[in-house]
T-cell receptor, first 110, second 113 residues
């Protein structure tokens, strides 16, 4: 079977840096995606890593290590609006559709 | 206007009733999806469609059916709703690539009493 693990909750201070980890178990691997979801809102796409290394998009970066079956989302210069849930997702080997982690709730304190 | 529109946004119904959730998109994407989200869980795929003539079951299709009426429209039906189908339902679209990027509607919150 395939599974993803991410922490259920992370707390950080406004202006700081936070890292949200995701480990996965899959038979095949086709890339790791990250999404943001505010309470009551729709998930929005943040990033996709198919190859090892760091991808940077503004204040957000995403890292992948395929040999470790591990990735993380890095949020810098945290703002209160970054308070949300963050989901990692990988592609199912059988039908190429996304399998989602349970999400990490990011709480930001002033 | 939203690129992916879901109706209704909220619905309360009773056990045994038939319910349809509708999704329309203006993004011009061929691929459309229906997901279910429960508290503390990630999204789970119910059905997906790669074009008008293509319908595929996802992880949790039992108790659900879909119809792809046109490239822009993909509806989800619960033939006989039950309380454990109470959830937040999302429609999504994607381009014909495998970048993992989905575009979601605002969600339909369904409560089955």
């Amino acid at each position: 079977g395939q599974s993803l693990e991410q922490p259920s909750e992370v707390t950080a201070v406004e202006g700081a840096i936070v890292q949200i980890n995701c480990t996965y178990q899959t038979s095949g691997f086709y890339g790791l995606s990250w999404y943001q979801q505010h309470d009551g809102g729709a998930p929005t796409f943040l990033s996709y890593n198919a190859l090892d290394g760091l991808e940077e998009t503004g204040r957000f970066s995403s890292f992948l290590s395929r040999s470790d079956s591990y990735g993380y989302l890095l949020l810098q210069e945290l703002q209160m609006k970054d308070s949300a849930s963050y989901f990692c997702a990988v592609r199912d080997e059988s039908n190429y559709q996304l399998i989602w982690g349970a999400g990490t709730k990011l709480i930001i304190k002033p | 206007d939203a690129d992916v529109t879901q109706t209704p946004r909220n619905r309360i119904t009773k056990t045994g009733k038939r319910i349809m959730l509708e999704c329309s998109q203006t993004k011009g994407h061929d691929r459309m999806y229906w997901y279910r989200q429960d508290p503390g869980l990630g999204l789970r795929l119910i059905y997906y469609s790669f074009d008008v003539k293509d319908i595929n079951k996802g992880e949790i299709s039992d108790g659900y059916s879909v119809s792809r009426q046109a490239q822009a429209k993909f509806s989800l039906s619960l033939e006989s709703a039950i309380p454990n189908q109470t959830a937040l339902y999302f429609c999504a679209t994607s381009r014909n690539t495998n970048t993992g990027e989905l575009f979601f509607g605002e969600g339909s919150r369904l409560t089955v009493l």
